[in-house]
C-alpha cells in the first residue's frame, strides 16, 4: 500500500506567498492550481495566515522588561546561587566533624566507664584528695575550647 | 517597527562581524540579543502555556538560564535554539506543576487590546484561532508555532522539543490538519 504524502515540494511557496501576502491575488497560477489540488498546501494556506496574525499581535501585546533589568537580576541570583554553592561544602565539614567528635566522644566514654568501673576505688579517693583542682581542670578543659568557638564565631 | 528575525534568517547571520562569539555574554551582547529575540520567546511561551501571566514568569527564567548555562554557541541560530530549548523545558515543567490552567484564558485580553484597531476582521481570526490552538495538545501547539510563526526547519524544531527529526514531518502534518479543521478549513480532497 503506498503511503500518503506527509509534504509538498511546494509548501514553502504556498507559504512564502501567505506570509508576504501575496496570496492568492499575486501568485502565479501553476501555484494557486496547485495548491488547490494539494490537501498539504491547502493546510498550510489555511493556517498560515492565522499564525502570521497571531504572532503578529503576540509581538505587539508583550510587555517585556528591560534587557538591563533581567541582566542584573540574573547577575544577583547568579551571585547568590553561587556563595550558597561556596557555604555547601562548609556545611558538609561541619557536621562531618560533629559526627566525627560525637563518635570519639562515645568511645571516650566507653573507654573511662570501663575505667571507672574497674579502678572504682582509686579514683573515689584520689576525688576527695583532689576533688577541687579536677573539678577547676575539667571546666577549663570544656569552658576554654568554647569560649574560643564562640569569640571566633563573632568574628 | 522592524520584526524580529526568523531562525532561517538568523542563520545567515554572521557572528563574528556581529561580536557575539564569547562563551558568558557581557551586558551589551546581552542586550542586543534579548531585543533580537525575547518578543519572540514571549509568544511562543504564551501560546504554548496559554498563560501570559506565566509567560512573563517563565521569560526571565529562560535568559537567566541561558545565561548561566554559558555553553558554547557555534552562531546566532544555534543560541536561539537553545533559547527555545530552555523555553520549552520550562514550559513543560509549569505545564506539570500547575496541572493544566485553561488554555483559553490568555485569549481574552488579547482580543480586547486589538480590537480597537481592528482590520478586516483581525480579531475574529484571531479569536478562531486561539481557540483551535486550545484544541490542541502542547507539543502540537509548539511544534507549530516553531514552524509557521518563527519560520523553524524541521531539524531545528526536533531539537528544540526533543523529538527524532525522522518523525517530524509526519506529526507536524498531523498537527498541521488538525488546525486547519479545527479552523473550520475543510481539506482539499484530490
Known amino acids: 500500500m503506498r503511503r500518503k504524502p506527509v509534504e509538498c515540494e511546494y509548501e514553502t511557496q504556498a507559504l512564502a506567498a501567505v506570509l508576504e501576502a501575496r496570496w492568492p491575488a499575486a501568485v502565479d497560477k501553476v501555484l494557486r492550481e496547485h495548491v488547490l489540488r494539494c490537501p498539504i498546501c491547502a493546510n498550510v494556506v489555511a493556517i498560515a495566515d492565522s499564525f502570521a496574525i497571531a504572532r503578529q499581535h503576540s509581538h505587539a501585546s508583550a510587555a517585556l522588561p528591560d534587557a538591563s533589568r533581567v541582566f542584573w537580576m540574573a547577575q544577583l541570583r547568579a551571585r547568590r546561587e553561587a556563595a550558597q554553592d561556596a557555604a555547601r561544602p562548609i556545611l558538609a565539614t561541619q557536621i562531618a566533624t560533629f559526627a566525627w567528635a560525637i563518635g570519639l566522644l562515645i568511645v571516650c566514654l566507653g573507654v573511662a566507664l570501663s575505667w571507672f568501673q574497674s579502678s572504682r576505688g582509686w579514683v573515689e579517693s584520689l576525688l576527695l584528695a583532689h576533688g577541687v583542682l579536677i573539678a577547676l581542670a575539667t571546666a577549663l578543659v570544656v569552658l576554654l575550647p568554647t569560649a574560643a568557638y564562640f569569640a571566633m564565631g563573632k568574628e | ?190
Open chain 2, 1 to 190: 517597527m522592524s520584526r524580529d528575525l526568523t531562525f532561517t534568517e538568523l542563520s545567515r547571520v554572521d557572528v563574528t562581524t556581529s561580536g557575539c562569539t564569547e562563551l558568558v555574554m557581557d551586558e551589551e551582547t546581552f542586550r542586543a540579543f534579548y531585543d533580537r529575540t525575547a518578543r519572540g520567546i514571549w509568544a511562543y511561551l504564551a501560546r504554548v502555556t496559554g498563560d501570559r501571566q506565566l509567560a512573563d514568569e517563565l521569560l526571565q527564567e529562560t535568559f537567566y538560564r541561558f545565561l548561566r548555562a554559558a555553553n558554547s554557541h557555534e552562531n546566532e541560530t544555534h543560541r536561539r535554539n537553545s533559547l527555545y530549548q530552555i523555553a520549552t523545558n520550562l514550559a513543560r515543567d509549569a505545564r506539570r506543576r500547575q496541572a493544566a490552567r485553561p488554555f483559553a484564558d490568555c485569549a481574552g485580553d488579547e482580543i480586547e487590546r486589538i480590537a480597537a484597531n481592528d482590520t478586516a476582521g483581525a480579531s475574529e481570526r484571531l479569536t478562531d484561532f486561539t481557540r483551535a490552538m486550545a484544541e490542541l495538545k502542547p507539543r502540537e501547539r509548539a511544534m507549530l508555532w516553531l514552524a509557521y510563526a518563527e519560520g523553524a526547519t524541521h531539524r531545528e524544531i526536533a531539537a528544540t522539543l526533543g523529538l527524532g527529526e525522522g518523525s517530524m514531518k509526519t506529526m507536524l502534518f498531523r498537527a498541521r490538519r488538525k488546525l486547519a479543521i479545527l479552523l473550520g478549513r475543510k481539506e482539499i480532497k484530490r
